[in-house]
């Protein structure tokens, strides 16, 4: 089983629309989860943090079920520029990456 | 720029050759990891050094790779007699604690 599991989409999505991806990991102890942005044929970039209450940065939200193993995040009121892959991340002994999730914003 | 640098950007090389990219990591930053990505995959980690001690190597590391870090600051990674299967984007990315900070990989294609 792998240590972090995605669906790889794609999603498209209408400006204007709210999105939300889930991702669900497999060691229970688990240290520390993120959220990182990859675009075509670029480094992966830090989204956000994501912590067991839950925390919101902009248009972003991103939560944790330490019990169901499971972290979503939501994106409210898509832009254009936010087309781009969205990795779920992670850590127990190493960083471990899901397969990402593509997004792609339609006009 | 005071990010992760690494060079050489992109790769290509015919089967057999050896190759080795170097990663320079964000300054103050004393670990340094080596990740692996394939087309439509997440990065894969190779392995992580904390100032200049390999501390933890994946078994996707072969024999045929090998990862230095001699002051501790700049790292470089090697693969000798390369594969086609070898090829894909080799990310670097370094952090103080915690957060991880990448830069901008060294795509290989081996023919």
């Known amino acids: 089983r792998k240590e972090v599991e995605q669906d790889p989409g794609p999603f498209n999505v209408p400006e204007g629309a709210t999105v939300a991806f889930n991702c669900t990991y497999s060691?229970?102890?688990?240290?520390?989860f993120f959220w990182y942005r990859q675009d075509c044929r670029k480094e992966p970039k830090l989204l956000m943090s994501?912590?067991?209450s839950g925390n919101e940065d902009g248009r972003f939200t991103a939560q944790l079920n330490r019990a169901s193993q499971y972290i979503s995040l939501l994106i409210r009121d898509s832009k254009l520029s936010d087309s781009a892959t969205y990795l779920c991340v992670v850590l127990s002994n190493n960083l471990f990456f899901g397969t990402g999730t593509r997004l792609t914003v339609i006009p | 720029d005071t990010g992760v640098s690494q060079n050489p950007r992109h790769k290509i090389t015919k089967r057999g050759q050896n190759v080795t990219f170097r990663c320079d990591p964000i300054s103050e930053h004393n670990r340094l990891y080596w990740y692996r990505q394939t087309l439509g995959q997440g990065p894969e980690f190779l392995t992580y050094f904390q100032n200049e001690a390999q501390l933890e190597k994946s078994r996707l590391l072969s024999d045929r790779f090998s990862a230095e870090r001699p002051k501790g600051s700049f790292s470089t990674l090697e693969i000798q007699r390369t594969e086609q299967g070898d090829s894909a984007m080799y990310l670097c990315a370094s952090s103080l604690v915690g957060t991880q900070y990448f830069g901008p990989g060294t795509r290989l294609l081996v023919l």
């Open positions: 994501v912590y067991s």
């Open positions: 060691n229970s102890a688990s240290q520390s």
